[in-house]
């Protein structure tokens, strides 16, 4: 019996009309646009602008468009996966919530948070159910809207992250689709990255709010060291365990965290950068939403057959890589 794939047969990408330019941020922290472009490499980020707005909004929105994209109507979808998080509440989970605003009547719904390495576990779970059999037609969504917890006083981490998310449609395949994957997490980084108020251990109070830890705490140096090691590690190994020369690779896809980042990222994997995909310099650092965004970007350049291979690292810490055989 031969294997079957989950091929992404669709992706769509949607990012908020309002764009943050460096300038504006200058009015707001001491920082400069020529500062975040050589320490980043970002120019601009969309922000989400509007009361009551949240994630569920934005991945609504990429949803609509697969659907049409994909001509499939919200009754025959039978999964759904939302990696973010920034969900629109603790709970329920925003992938239930978007299924109700579609009108995605027969599909199970659920979250997944990996921090920036969401889409790329989503993918894979996804794909599980579609190679298993027992689902035809999965949606996974990757996206947040991380204005809502950065801090925008805080020069460190307001320059580098903006809003938007992106969405792939997983279908039965007898020769493309996820080839293969490998991911990792280490906990202990929880210390390097987090948002420290709002879970269990400490709730929203007054005092959490007066210490600003309603926003995102991150220490760049470990976090760069280990993003960069963790990228290029897996994108190598996925490589070697496939007998994948970097010749037989059409796109490296990073997370879009920092361009200094994708960069070392390419270097130490010895890989080229023209085939590196990059979009960080109009969205910023989208989280969830960097990986399925750069696909819907970059999605006319693609041709059935190619290899690719996608990489991210996360809080928490987590990443990993899959290599993908794209269908069409």
């Not at 969830?288 to 970059?298: E, I, M, N, Q």
């Amino acid at each position: 019996m031969s294997r079957k794939f989950a091929a992404i047969t669709g992706v769509q990408g949607y990012v908020p009309d309002y764009v943050m330019t460096n300038k504006e941020l200058e009015t707001m922290v001491d920082t400069s646009d020529e500062w975040i472009r050589t320490r980043t490499g970002i120019e601009t980020r969309h922000i989400l602008k509007g009361e009551g707005l949240g994630t569920s909004d934005m991945m609504v929105e990429a949803v609509k468009g697969l659907l049409e994209k994909t001509n499939t109507r919200p009754e025959e979808v039978d999964m759904v996966i939302g990696a973010t998080i920034t969900g629109d509440m603790p709970f329920p989970d925003t992938a239930n919530i978007v299924c109700d605003k579609i009108g995605i009547k027969n599909a199970f719904s659920y979250d997944i948070n990996a921090a920036c390495s969401g889409f790329l576990f989503a993918l894979t779970t996804g794909a599980k159910f579609v190679e298993s059999g027992s689902h035809k037609k999965v949606i996974v969504m990757g996206g947040d809207k991380m204005s809502s917890i950065i801090d925008y006083t805080d020069r460190t981490t307001c320059v580098i992250f903006g809003d938007g998310c992106g969405a792939v449609m997983l279908e039965p395949s007898e020769e493309h689709g996820v080839m293969d994957s490998i991911h990792h997490s280490d906990g202990s980084g929880r210390h390097y990255l987090n948002l420290k108020a709002g879970g269990s251990t400490k709730p929203i109070t007054h005092e959490a709010l007066d210490n600003r830890e309603n926003f995102v705490y991150q220490n760049g140096r470990p976090v760069f060291k280990a993003a960069v090691s963790g990228m290029s590690d897996v994108v190598k190994t996925i490589m070697e365990n496939n007998d994948l020369s970097k010749d037989d690779i059409a796109w490296l896809v990073p997370h879009q965290a920092n361009m200094r980042i994708i960069e070392t990222v390419s270097r130490m994997a010895d890989f080229p950068m023209e085939r590196v995909m990059i979009n960080i310099n109009r969205y910023g650092n989208t989280t969830a939403g960097t990986l399925p965004l750069c696909l819907w970007d970059y999605e006319d350049q693609l041709k059935k057959g190619d290899n690719i291979i996608l990489t991210a690292f996360g809080g928490g810490f987590t990443w990993g890589a899959i290599w993908i055989k794209w269908a069409y």
